[in-house]
């Protein structure tokens, strides 16, 4: 990097730094939360259609049917979460984001229309690809847009529209699979339909300038999405502050495989150990979270509470997951995030121990508190991921953090029901229970102060 394109990369960053309010049509955190509404839509469909999908295919075995849909899906979320982040930290945000909902949209038409498990596993495994790629792109992308102070509160906005598709799949799964034949492929049938709305939308967004700067030949496109949100700022806010391009600190800036950044030199000490902490609390969090979104609703069945009853009691629960969303709406650029996640897993830690107890007022709490648990993890924990990497590897960073993750997802998937029937039902959901509140206190203990700095200072 040359003096000129490091004076150029500076000036860039430090106006981009001074924006104090989104800068953004309010309408692009629409568009990304419409893409996230399928997201959690479809993260959530599998565990409400399995019973239908167990009787059909003719498998008497829940938790091996769990593994080849549910699992296999995590797996393809792994892969194409490393595999497309990579891609995004070398060829752009925007395309990557286009290609995962494209991936998205086939796997869930293909869901619809499989006619035995090798079929639903290969689509599980493509929509896989995509949502776990997708989940890493968007916050990261969001990040890169908000300003240090509204971070957080942004990212938890459009997670508020995705995460209402995840509050809504019971309801509509109440009135399909236990009603219709063919009732859990139209659940599937319905979220491919909102993938290709969101596909659709998704053209609108631009690229992001702190990636654009990554490569010279783009500095003027860099420098055109930037007018833009300079305008829309200073309509919003007034004149803007000064920009001080000497403070800006270019290090992670500097050309190099984006994962190879993570591990080499004096940066790669500090991201490797920030890897290492966030990898293990994803993967604690991700064996309770796919456990009780995958198992809940077979295993309820399971322990004779009929199949519309179980999906009942889960969809008011899951009211909690809109409010649990505005929570951290209103706190997530307040206080630390790191202490807003081990708080957020205290919630989960509660509520699972109260829906272990398997009485109808306890299922019902048990089942709100749980979900509001993970509407006020996700998102939050999304954002401090993906801020806690350098722009240089960023999707990547995030990318090998989830997707080593979910293998905690796949395993509690297969292992609460293992747990269940060699023990009980109440030994299974105390077992979730304890792993979520070990994320929170992996975090809380070794995780980095990120709250309202900018992405370059929490880089030092």
């Known amino acids: 990097m040359n003096s000129e394109d490091e004076a150029k990369i500076k000036g860039i960053l430090a106006r981009m730094n001074r924006i104090p309010v989104w800068s953004l049509p309010y309408t692009f955190i629409i568009i990304i939360g419409v893409g996230y509404f399928f997201t959690f839509y479809d993260i959530a469909d599998i565990g409400y259609a399995m019973p239908a999908i167990s009787t059909q295919f003719n498998i008497t075995s829940a938790s091996t049917t769990l593994f080849l849909a549910l699992s296999v899906g995590l797996i393809g979320y792994a892969i194409g979460s490393y595999v497309i982040g990579s891609i995004a930290d070398v060829f752009g945000r925007y395309r990557s984001m286009i ?32 949502l ?68 659709l939308l998704r053209f609108e967004l631009p690229e992001s300038p702190r990636w654009l700067v990554l490569k010279k030949n783009n500095f003027s496109k860099a420098e055109s999405v930037l007018a833009m949100m300079e305008t829309t700022a200073e309509k919003r806010y007034g004149k803007l502050p000064e920009s001080h391009p000497e403070d800006v600190n270019l290090e992670e800036y500097k050309t190099k495989f984006p994962t190879l950044y993570l591990f080499e030199g004096k940066e790669g000490k500090l991201y490797s150990k920030r890897l290492t902490i966030l990898v293990f609390a994803w993967f604690f969090w991700y064996i309770g979270n796919y456990a009780f979104l995958g198992d809940a609703a077979t295993l ?49 830690f509660v509520g699972l121990l109260i829906f272990s107890l398997k009485t109808e007022p306890t299922l019902l709490i048990g089942s709100f508190m749980a979900s509001l648990a993970l509407g006020m993890y996700l998102q939050v924990a999304y954002t401090y991921t993906a801020e806690s990497y350098p722009t240089r590897a960023r999707a990547s960073g995030f990318a090998l953090t ?17 747990i269940v029937s060699l023990y009980t039902f109440s030994t299974g959901f105390i077992f979730i229970a304890i792993t979520g509140l070990i994320a929170g206190i992996i975090i809380a203990v070794g995780g980095p102060v990120t709250s309202r700095k900018t992405l370059e200072a929490i880089s030092e």
């Open 99 to 130: 290609l995962t909902m494209a991936l998205t949209a086939i796997g869930s038409f293909g869901d619809a229309i499989s006619l035995n498990v090798p079929e639903l596993a290969v689509a599980r495994f493509i929509t896989g690809i995509g």
């Open 132 to 199: 776990g790629a997708d989940l890493n792109l968007v916050s990261g992308y969001i990040s890169e847009f908000a300003p240090p102070q509204w971070r957080g509160r942004i990212t938890v906005y459009a997670f508020i529209l995705g995460i209402m598709g995840q509050a809504l799949v019971p309801f509509v799964a109440l009135g399909l699979v236990p009603v219709f034949y063919n009732g859990w492929r139209y659940l599937f049938a319905i979220g491919g339909v909102i993938a290709v709305i969101a596909l």
């Open 300 to 348: 309820l069945a399971a322990a004779h509470i009929p199949l519309a009853k179980s999906i009942l009691y889960l969809g008011i629960g899951a009211i909690g997951y809109p409010v649990g969303a505005i929570l951290m709406a209103l706190t997530a650029d307040k206080y630390e995030r790191k202490y807003v996640i081990f708080i957020d897993t205290i919630v989960w």
């Open 402 to 418: 989830d997707g080593l993750g979910h293998i905690g997802g796949a395993l509690g998937a297969i292992i609460l029901p293992i």
